[in-house]
Structures are given as structure tokens and as C-alpha cells.
């Protein structure tokens, strides 16, 4: 079975602050996907990122990047120069590689950005 | 971009009532899945469906069907509602190919209160 640990429950910055959001999983597979989803007050699931068990390259998007490490099971999210928009509950997901895969959520951590 | 619809977003329904949840997913999308999130929890998989046949299921009570039909649309039915029934209810879809596969869309959610 899979499991996602989310162990921030809550996080407060100041707007315009870094901030990163962690993320710890388990699975005895070797071929996995890894998520990112945001869901704002408004309550729709967004999607954010995907990465792949087999390529751990970490990437930057516009304000968002993520390091996956393999070695410590972590897929950890960093927001730059946050902004009030940005407030939301994260939830971080694996899937297994297979095709049509259920989504494991972890907890989520509310994320609050301070005017 | 055409996004999952999901109808109705409210419904208020009667303890031992039955109720029907709608999901429309993005075109070209041969993949559904429904999630159950209460208040304050994550998301929990419920059932998936690939080419209108069942492909998964997770947690879902006897008490609930599902399934999709010819045009990939999907139902979810619930029947003897209980209190605890009260949640939000995500269908999500994904592609088995090209772009954004195995990356699942989520919809806005209905948003289902059991009195």
C-alpha cells in the first residue's frame, strides 16, 4: 500500500516570503507518479505538478519548484514570493505508474498567506 | 480549455433518500474517477472506471454504484443516505494517451449535505 505523509499541518508567511511545503511517501514500487494539488477556499482540486519516479531532475516553474529526492522518499514544494492568492490547502499524491491509478492523498497543509 | 463538469455542485438531501452525482469529463478523457473528501480530510478514492468499465475500487459502500456510460459520462448514486454521507464529492478524468497522461483533472466537486 501507499502512504503520504504531509507533516505540516499549517504554515503562516508574510506575503512575498519563500515557503516550502513537505512531502514524505511510501511505496514498495519502483515506478510511481508524484502530485501536487492546491485547493483554495473556493474548494476545486487544482492540479500543479507531476514528476516521475525515474526522473529526479528538479524543475522551476514560474514561482513553483519542487525537489524529489528518491533517497529520502520526498517530494518537497517551494513557492516563491508568495502572495495572498497563494493561501489554499496543498495536498501532495502518488499514484502507482500502472495506468489509470487511484490518486493517495496526504493530509494536506493549510497554507495562509499574511497580507 | 473544457474542464470536468460536475452537477449538480449542491445538493441537500434527507436522511434514507437516495441521490444521483453527474460527472462529464474533459473530451477525449477515457478515464473516470470519483473521490470522497469530509470536512477537514483529504480526499478518499471511491470507484474509477476506463473505457465504461470498472477499473478500480477503493472505500465506496454497498450502499453506492456507480457507472460510466457510452458518451464516458459517469454517475454515482447513492442510495439510504446517512449523516455521515455528508461530504464533498470529486469525479476527476485523465487521458491514456498523449499529453497529460495518467494526470487526473479534477472537477469543482458536489458538494452533498445529509440531513
Known amino acids: 500500500a501507499q502512504k503520504v505523509t504531509q507533516a505540516q499541518t499549517e504554515i503562516s508567511v508574510v506575503e512575498k516570503e519563500d515557503v516550502t511545503l513537505d512531502c514524505v511517501y511510501e511505496?514498495?514500487?519502483?515506478?510511481?507518479?508524484l502530485f501536487w494539488y492546491k485547493q483554495p477556499p473556493s474548494g476545486e482540486l487544482v492540479f500543479l505538478i507531476r514528476r516521475n519516479s525515474f526522473d529526479e531532475q528538479n524543475e522551476i516553474s514560474g514561482r513553483y519548484s519542487w525537489n524529489f529526492q528518491k533517497s529520502t522518499s520526498s517530494f518537497n514544494f517551494t513557492i516563491t514570493a508568495s502572495q495572498v492568492v497563494d493561501s489554499a490547502v496543498y495536498f501532495c499524491?502518488?499514484?502507482?505508474?500502472?495506468?489509470?491509478?487511484?490518486?493517495?492523498f496526504g493530509t494536506g497543509t493549510r497554507l495562509t498567506i499574511i497580507p | 480549455a473544457a474542464g470536468v463538469i460536475q452537477s449538480p455542485r449542491h445538493l441537500i438531501k434527507e436522511k434514507r433518500e437516495t441521490a444521483t452525482l453527474k460527472c462529464y469529463p474533459i473530451p477525449r478523457h477515457d478515464t473516470v474517477y470519483w473521490y470522497q473528501q469530509g470536512p477537514g480530510q483529504d480526499p478518499q478514492f471511491l470507484i474509477s472506471f476506463y473505457e465504461k468499465m470498472q477499473s478500480d475500487k477503493g472505500s465506496i459502500p454497498d450502499r453506492f454504484s456507480a457507472q460510466q456510460f457510452s458518451d464516458y459520462h459517469s454517475e454515482l448514486n447513492m442510495s439510504s443516505l446517512e449523516l455521515g454521507d455528508s461530504a464533498l464529492y470529486f469525479c476527476?478524468?485523465?487521458?491514456?494517451?498523449?499529453?497529460?497522461?495518467?494526470?487526473?483533472?479534477f472537477g469543482p466537486g458536489t458538494r452533498l449535505t445529509v440531513l
Open positions: 511505496t514498495r514500487d519502483t515506478t510511481y507518479y
Open positions: 476527476a478524468s485523465s487521458p491514456s494517451g498523449g499529453e497529460g497522461t495518467d494526470t487526473q483533472y
Open positions: 499524491a502518488l499514484s502507482l505508474f500502472f495506468g489509470n491509478e487511484k490518486l493517495t
